[in-house]
C-alpha cells in the first residue's frame, strides 16, 4: 500500500500500514498556519520552537522511509513500530535498512532524543501466562538491540496485563522482572513506560503503578514514562478542567518525578472522563478539547521531549493537519 504524505496513523492490534478515515477540521482552529519549518527550511520566526511534535508514522517500503514521512507532514519528532504487529518471528533487521535510516536522520537532522519506537501490541510483559511472558521477555530483548542497531536511545512499551488471573503487585512484579531481564541482555537503551487507560486487566492506568515498576527496575537511569493524553484522562484524570494538564503534571511529578518523563503522545478521547477506554480521537473532536492541547504546546515542562500524535485522522485533518494546529496554538 502505497504511503500517505499527509500522514499515518496507529492502529490497535493491526499491523502500521493500514491506512484510516474520518472527516472535517478541530472547530476550523489555527488551520491556516503552516508547518514550523525544520532546519534548511526556512528563515521566518519559529512557534513553539521547543515544541517537538511529530507523529506515528509508517516503516511500510523500509524502516528508513519512516523519516522522510515525517518531513512531509511537518513532524520534528516521530513514533514507529520496528516490525510487523502480527507475529512473535520476525526477520532480523537488516544492517543496511539500519544504515538508510541513520543516514536518513542525519541528513534531516532528527536527534534520537525526538524518536520513539513503539513496542509490539503482542508483548504483555506482566503475563500470568509463562510462554508468554517468556516470548514478550525475548521480544523485548530484540526491540532493545533494534534500537541499538538504529542509533536509538528510547523505546515505548505498553507495561502489560495480569488478564485477571494474577494480583496487581505480580503483574507489577512480572513487568520489572522483564526490564531487568532486557537491560542484562542490552545496553544504553532506556525502557520508557506508557501510562494506559485501565481498561481490563490493564496495569499503569494510574501514576502509583508505573512508580512501582520503577522503584523495581534496577537501573533506573535506563527507565522513563511516556504520558498519553488519551490514557490519563479514560484513567481518570481530568485535562479537560481549567489548569487539567498543569494538575496531572503535578501529580506526575509528586508521585513519579519529572525526571522520568520522556515523551507525550497526543490523543484527545472518544470516550468521557474515567470510562478507562482506549479510544484515540483527533486533536480537538474529542471529550479533551482543544483548550488542554493549547495548555500541552505551551507548558514549558514539556519542552524538548517527542509529543506525539497517534490519532485516527480524516480527510483534511490527518497528521499534517493536526500539526499545524497544535503549532499554531503555540504562544511563542
Given amino acids: ?25 478541530a472547530h476550523g482552529e489555527g488551520l491556516k498556519e503552516k508547518v514550523p519549518p525544520r532546519k534548511g527550511q526556512g528563515k521566518r520566526k519559529m512557534r ?10 509508517s516503516i511500510s517500503g523500509g524502516i528508513w522511509k519512516a523519516v522522510k514521512d515525517s518531513v512531509d507532514i511537518g513532524g520534528r519528532s516521530f513514533a514507529m513500530f520496528l516490525g510487523s504487529q502480527r507475529s512473535w518471528q520476525r526477520p532480523p533487521l537488516d544492517s543496511k535498512a539500519a544504515e538508510k535510516f541513520r543516514e536518513a536522520c542525519a541528513e534531516h537532522g532528527f536527534e534520537p532524543t525526538y524518536i520513539l519506537p513503539h513496542g509490539s501490541y503482542l508483548m504483555n510483559c506482566g503475563s500470568p501466562k509463562q510462554d508468554i511472558f517468556e516470548k514478550s521477555q525475548a ?3 530484540d526491540e532493545l538491540n533494534r534500537c541499538s542497531a538504529l542509533g536509538l536511545n528510547q523505546f515505548n512499551l505498553h507495561p502489560g496485563s495480569s488478564l485477571g488471573s494474577i ?21 544504553s537503551v532506556i525502557t520508557v513506560l506508557e501510562n494506559m487507560s485501565g481498561q481490563g486487566s490493564t496495569v499503569g492506568g494510574q501514576f502509583s503503578e508505573l512508580r512501582t515498576i520503577i522503584d523495581r527496575v534496577r537501573d533506573q537511569s535506563r527507565v522513563g514514562v511516556c504520558l498519553d493524553t488519551c490514557h490519563a484522562f479514560a484513567a481518570g484524570y481530568d485535562l479537560s ?44 473532536h474529542g471529550k479533551i478539547g482543544l483548550s488542554a492541547f493549547r495548555d500541552v504546546v505551551n507548558e514549558p515542562r ?19 493537519e493536526q500539526i499545524a494546529l497544535l503549532y499554531s496554538l503555540c504562544e511563542n
Fill in 1 to 25: 500500500m502505497s504511503t500517505k504524505k499527509r500522514g499515518q496513523r496507529k492502529r490497535k492490534v493491526e499491523d502500521d500500514t493500514r491506512e484510516g478515515k474520518g472527516g472535517g477540521p
Fill in 48 to 57: 513553539g520552537k521547543a515544541k517537538y511534535i511529530g507523529a506515528h508514522v
Fill in 139 to 141: 521480544m523485548l530483548v
Fill in 167 to 187: 494480583t496487581t503487585e505480580q503483574c507489577l512484579e512480572k513487568i520489572a522482572q522483564a526490564i531487568n531481564h532486557a537491560h542484562q541482555q542490552t545496553s
Fill in 241 to 284: 478542567a481549567k489548569g487539567g494538564v498543569k494538575s496531572m503534571l503535578d501529580e506526575f511529578d509528586q508521585v513519579v518525578g519529572l525526571h522520568y518523563l520522556r515523551a507525550i503522545h497526543l490523543n484527545d478521547s472518544k470516550g468521557k472522563l474515567g470510562c478507562h477506554l482506549d479510544r484515540h480521537e483527533d486533536i480537538g
Fill in 302 to 320: 514539556l519542552d524538548n521531549i517527542p509529543l506525539i500524535l497517534e490519532t485516527p485522522g480524516r480527510p483534511g485533518f490527518e497528521y499534517a
